[in-house]
């Protein structure tokens, strides 16, 4: 089982759309978790950061399920923009300073 | 306030030949990690520095080797280059100490031909 597993999609889904993305892990000693939105031929950018409580920003909602080791992304009121590959990023255990990266996902947002 | 700039942004090399990377990390960042990206990938860490050392290590092999300075900057260097090695470099720039949160510079587009 790898890592840090996602969905690599592609979705596809109309302006306006509600989506949601997963991403598993196997350390359940994982302590920190992010999303980072990367666009095509460009670095990723830090989206949020998910805590316990999940965290909103926006049309953005983070949430951490630990007893199934996932994170989620959702995304309400889909536009244009949001189209990207979302990837996932959780610490190693070992070292709380190294990420371990997801594949990501692919969403692509119609008109 | 700068944020993470790395150089060059595009670079073709020859198989065999050397090549380096420079990385300059976000204004009062102290940790620097260096990711390989391939197409369609998700990024491949290869090492992070941090007080001038190499801290952690990816599963790479000795061809690619890196340098921090004193100013927190750093270099990435790979040695007899392959073809495999075309990807994006990605340099991010952390605080120590911090939780995670990583900044990434542009990368490097590096093509092996």
């Known amino acids: 089982r790898k890592e840090v597993e996602q969905d690599p999609g592609p979705f596809n889904v109309p302006e306006g759309a509600t989506v949601a993305f997963n991403c598993t892990y196997s350390?359940?000693?994982?302590?920190?978790f992010f999303w980072y939105r990367q666009d095509c031929r460009k670095e990723p950018k830090l989206l949020m950061s998910?805590?316990?409580?999940?965290n909103e920003d926006g049309r953005f909602t983070a949430q951490l399920n630990r007893a199934s080791q996932y994170i989620s992304l959702l995304i309400r009121d889909s536009k244009l923009s949001d189209s990207a590959t979302y990837l996932c990023?959780?610490?190693?255990?070992?070292?709380?300073?190294?990420?371990?990266w997801g594949l990501g996902t692919s969403l692509a947002v119609n008109p | 306030d700068a944020g993470v700039t790395q150089s060059p942004t595009h670079l073709i090399k020859t198989r065999g030949q050397q090549v380096t990377l420079r990385c300059s990390p976000k204004s009062g960042h102290d940790t620097v990690s260096w990711y390989q990206q391939a197409l369609g990938q998700g990024p491949q860490f290869i090492f992070q520095?941090?007080?001038?050392?190499?801290?952690q290590r990816g599963n790479f092999p000795d061809r690619f080797s890196g340098h921090q300075f004193p100013n927190y900057s750093s270099e990435l260097n790979v040695n007899a280059l392959l073809l495999g090695d075309s990807a994006l470099y990605l340099c991010a720039s952390s605080l120590a100490g911090s939780v995670g949160e990583q900044y990434f510079g542009p990368g490097t587009r590096l093509t092996v031909t």
């Open positions: 998910v805590y316990s409580s999940g």
């Open positions: 350390n359940s000693a994982s302590q920190s």
């Open positions: 520095y941090y007080e001038e050392e190499e801290r």
């Open positions: 990023a959780v610490n190693d255990a070992g070292n709380n300073r190294k990420l371990i």
